[in-house]
């Protein structure tokens, strides 16, 4: 498929871009290659292939979530670098 200067001035507006001649005439090629190559791709016979969501198998990172106590005040005032006995101090950053 060949993609023209005209078809890249067109996409080009549609996303507010706005390229040279020389730009264009490249991104025209560019495109026409892509597009040549997923013609390719399209030959390619995938009746037995199962349909996948991503090409390795993935596990999942998280951790199982279990619902804990909540901490105490103290606990969770325990390290920090200022506070009072129920919140955490901070520098006054309104004024």
Do not use: C, G
Not at 18 to 39: C, P, V, W
Not at 67 to 93: C, G, I, M, W
């Amino acid at each position: 498929m060949s993609v023209t200067n005209k078809d890249v001035q067109y996409v080009a507006n549609l996303a507010r871009l706005r390229f040279n001649e020389e730009e264009t005439e490249r991104l025209a090629k560019d495109m026409s290659k892509i597009l040549d190559y997923m013609e390719t791709l399209n030959e390619v016979d995938t009746d037995d292939v199962a349909p996948l969501e991503h090409v390795i198998e993935l596990k999942s990172r998280f951790r199982e979530d279990h619902a804990q106590a909540p901490l105490s005040h103290e606990e969770a005032l325990k390290n920090a670098p200022d506070a009072d006995t129920d919140y955490f101090r901070v520098p006054r950053v309104i004024e």
